[in-house]
């Protein structure tokens, strides 16, 4: 049974910086895809970074490029989603995800991904 648990969120001043972290358990991850996507009120769950498990490609939302990085540590099992430079629009529910059988094409697709955590809140104020 795969999990995903979520750490990390909280309040924060725009313009600082803050660090997420997904604990993943259940199974080896070896060629998942492991990825972070985050869901504001009222709008839709939209794909914010992922990472191969086993071959450490990146993939990143346009407009998110530069200022989130995403990274794993295999002896820790945990995928890390660092946000530098948060503005208020930032705000919304991080949520760590994983998916089986990745394919590039639609690796920036929430359905994509068979496996979700709770999510963590992130609130930017300005």
């Known amino acids: 049974q795969v999990q995903l648990v979520e750490s990390g969120g909280g309040v924060v001043q725009a313009g600082a910086s803050l660090r997420l972290s997904c604990a993943a358990s259940?199974?080896?991850?070896?060629?998942?895809?492991m990825g972070w996507f985050r869901q504001a009120p009222g709008k839709e769950r939209a794909f914010v970074a992922a990472?191969?498990?086993?071959?450490?490609?990146?993939y990143y939302a346009d407009a998110l490029k530069g200022r989130f990085t995403i990274s794993r540590e295999h002896a820790k099992n945990t995928i890390d989603l660092q946000m530098d430079s948060l503005k208020p629009e930032d705000t919304a529910v991080y949520y760590c995800?994983?998916?089986?059988?990745?394919?590039?094409?639609?690796?920036?697709?929430?359905?994509?991904?068979?496996?979700w955590g709770q999510g963590t809140q992130v609130t930017v104020s300005s």
């Open positions: 259940g199974r080896t991850f070896d060629n998942y895809l």
């Open positions: 990472i191969g498990w086993s071959s450490g490609t990146t």
């Open positions: 995800a994983a998916d089986p059988n990745p394919l590039e094409v639609i690796a920036r697709v929430a359905r994509a991904y068979d496996y």
